[in-house]
């Protein structure tokens, strides 16, 4: 039987029949969410196995919502003016003298300049040591890890990520994983938090510098579970205010206040 789209014509008639139909994981053009406190720049739902990337500005807010209590967002920071500064995990944890990251805490670059700070958190499982998972682990996992097959891997997501914004693979460095912990026990072993958990848990931050965000929704790399299991995730971004210099998150420690300044004489050059 002759498929309707096999020609010209029916291609473009049943294209044109798409026009308006929405489906769960997908961006929202132009943005806009009714819940977002703010003029909306970004909205959207990245996908069981997706990914998402997004240049944002200097004082805008990124919220992430686990819509179904298993998703698993592995995430790059880029400075947007300088790529060449990025997200620097091992000194996000040793800058703060803390392995654990929630509200209040910073994310900081190889350069010693905050990039992003948490505002809010509900979540309280996220992880900053294993990075992410790769074709050869879910192949070990799963039984298959390639990135156009079932079961995609975090760090292929986040390759596909960073090409949109001219970065290759020597780019893709060590990420944080929100909504999916591990624990550090006293003797050195590591407990995975790998879900399911509640729906909504969400987590607020907001960029200090000019950002290329780019993250990846896959399961966590320590994830026990024999199958492929992660779920939605939702990325708000709207416009808000650059960090006033009373802020509490910026001068809750002398090292964190470092690390604002830094960027703060970096921006005003």
């Known amino acids: 039987m002759t498929s309707a789209t096999a020609d010209?014509?029916?291609?473009?008639?049943h294209a044109r029949a798409m026009a308006g139909t929405r489906v769960e994981a997908m961006p929202t053009v132009p943005a806009a969410a009714?819940?977002?406190?703010g003029p909306v720049v970004w909205e959207e739902t990245v996908a069981a196995g997706g990914y998402a990337s997004r240049r944002i500005a200097r004082g805008t807010r990124l919220r992430l919502v686990d819509l179904h209590g298993d998703a698993c967002a592995s995430m790059l920071l880029f400075n947007a003016e300088n790529p060449l500064e990025r997200l620097n995990v091992a000194d996000t944890?040793?800058?703060?003298?803390?392995?654990?990251?929630?509200?209040g805490r910073l994310l900081l670059s190889d350069m010693g300049r905050v990039m992003m700070s948490i505002l809010e958190d509900t979540a309280g499982t996220h992880d900053a040591f294993c990075g992410a998972s790769n074709a050869a682990s879910n192949a070990r996992r799963y039984g298959e890890g390639t990135n156009y097959g079932p079961h995609p891997a975090a760090r292929d997501r986040l390759l596909l990520g960073v090409a949109k914004h001219g970065l290759g693979r020597k780019d893709v460095h060590p990420?944080?994983?929100?909504?999916?912990?591990?624990?550090?026990?006293?003797?050195?072993?590591?407990?995975p938090q790998a879900g399911p958990f509640a729906p909504g848990r969400l987590l607020v931050l907001r960029a200090e510098m000019e950002l290329?965000?780019?993250?990846?929704?896959?399961?966590?790399?320590?994830?026990?579970?024999?199958?492929?299991?992660?779920?939605?995730?939702?990325?708000?971004?709207w416009r808000g205010t650059?960090?006033?210099p009373d802020d509490a998150i910026r001068n809750a420690s002398p090292e964190g206040l470092r690390a604002f300044l830094n960027t703060e004489d970096h921006t005003l050059r």
């Open 242 to 244: 650059i960090t006033p």
């Open 34 to 37: 009714p819940d977002a406190p």
């Open 93 to 103: 944890m040793k800058v703060q003298w803390n392995g654990y990251l929630g509200a």
């Open 175 to 191: 990420c944080v994983n929100w909504f999916k912990g591990v624990k550090i026990e006293a003797d050195g072993a590591i407990t």
């Open 212 to 237: 290329i965000a780019v993250l990846a929704n896959c399961p966590h790399v320590l994830d026990p579970r024999p199958n492929y299991r992660v779920t939605a995730l939702r990325a708000t971004a």
């Open 8 to 13: 010209p014509h029916g291609a473009q008639a």
